[in-house]
């Protein structure tokens, strides 16, 4: 299935999960932040979170900044 | 001399609260905030892979500075709150400097959607320190309102103006009982002792210190220049007088 991350699509297994779609971008786990369709998914649940087909997920992390 | 800054349920030996933003790199920040003696550091909250990456939160873990997450960018209290929301679960701190800007030219504070979204993150348990204008009246509705802090500009964000009205200030440190950090527009090390001469609990900046020709000095003037303020702050300056009055004895 399709779903966009931080604006680009992206094609990830069916039933794919946050931690799933962490691990096929290459992403850590620590120091990220992840909202899918506009709400935010604490770590704690990202192992058992579903992605829907379509999600638009955001990725955020920390940067040079203020 | 033991007089650390208090905010909420922490305290810093160092008053200076250092930004991360504007920096050629991370080697050149990195011995910037050394040098600033710096415990408090903003970073912003963006989308990963874009340009910056996470490296500024090694550096910080380095340097034993506690990162504090800003909402820079955001304009409404909505996007504020989201902000806020995943920085809270990125860095694993209920610590947000609340930062909503009306737009581009002046990235001045936008008032209404500043208190809208203090309350709300207030009540949602984040500890709010508030970027605000340098407006009495908003600063003790923000105090009413549960901020941690309140932090007053001296000029717009990155102009390096340093403070444009400082009895607007003092007229702020005079009713606050949460601390008062000047926030932006300073310039140089003398205008962030002029902030603490007026009773600033502390000075937050960035640009001066990133985008000077010679950061790692810069920080160390400012440091100095907080340092300098604070004390002149509680020596009791003399007043001020129209005539010369003489400080050697007449014969």
């Known amino acids: 299935m399709e779903i966009q991350v931080n604006g680009t699509v992206r094609e990830v297994p069916d039933g794919a999960t946050v931690t799933t779609m962490l691990g096929a971008l290459g992403v850590p786990s620590r120091g990220v932040a992840v909202a899918v369709d506009g709400v935010v998914v604490a770590k704690t649940d990202h192992d058992r979170t579903v992605l829907p087909d379509g999600a638009e997920v955001e990725v955020l992390t920390a940067v040079q900044g203020g | ?11 810093y030996s160092s008053r200076l609260i250092m930004g991360t933003g504007g920096a050629a790199n991370l080697a050149v920040l990195e011995r910037a905030l050394k040098a600033s003696g710096t415990e408090l550091t903003t970073v912003s909250i963006r989308r990963v892979d874009t340009q910056g990456g996470t490296g500024v939160l090694e550096v910080l873990e380095r340097l034993g500075i506690d990162p504090l997450p800003n909402t820079a960018g955001c304009r409404t209290a909505a996007e504020a709150v989201l902000t806020a929301t995943m920085a809270r679960e990125a860095l694993g701190t209920p ?9 581009d030219r002046t990235l001045l504070p936008d008032a209404v959607e500043l208190l809208d979204a203090a309350a709300q993150l207030v009540a949602d348990g984040f500890t709010v320190l508030a970027y605000t204008n340098d407006d009495p009246v908003l600063a003790l509705r923000l105090e009413e309102l549960g901020c941690a802090a309140v932090m007053p500009l001296g000029s717009p964000i990155g102009t390096g103006l340093g403070i444009r009205n400082p009895h607007n200030l003092e007229l702020i440190v005079a009713r606050a009982t949460i601390p008062v950090i000047l926030d932006a527009g300073i310039g140089t090390a003398s205008d962030a002792a002029l902030a603490m001469e007026l009773g600033c609990a502390g000075v937050m900046l960035a640009t001066a210190v990133t985008r000077a020709t010679d950061p790692e000095a810069m920080a160390a003037a400012m440091r100095h220049g907080v340092l300098a303020g604070r004390l002149a702050h509680g020596a009791g300056r003399v007043p001020q007088r129209f005539w010369a009055q003489a400080s050697s004895p007449p014969r």
């Open chain 2, 1 to 11: 001399m033991d007089d650390p800054l208090i905010i909420a349920d922490r305290s």
């Open chain 2, 95 to 103: 610590w947000i400097k609340l930062e909503i800007v009306g737009d």
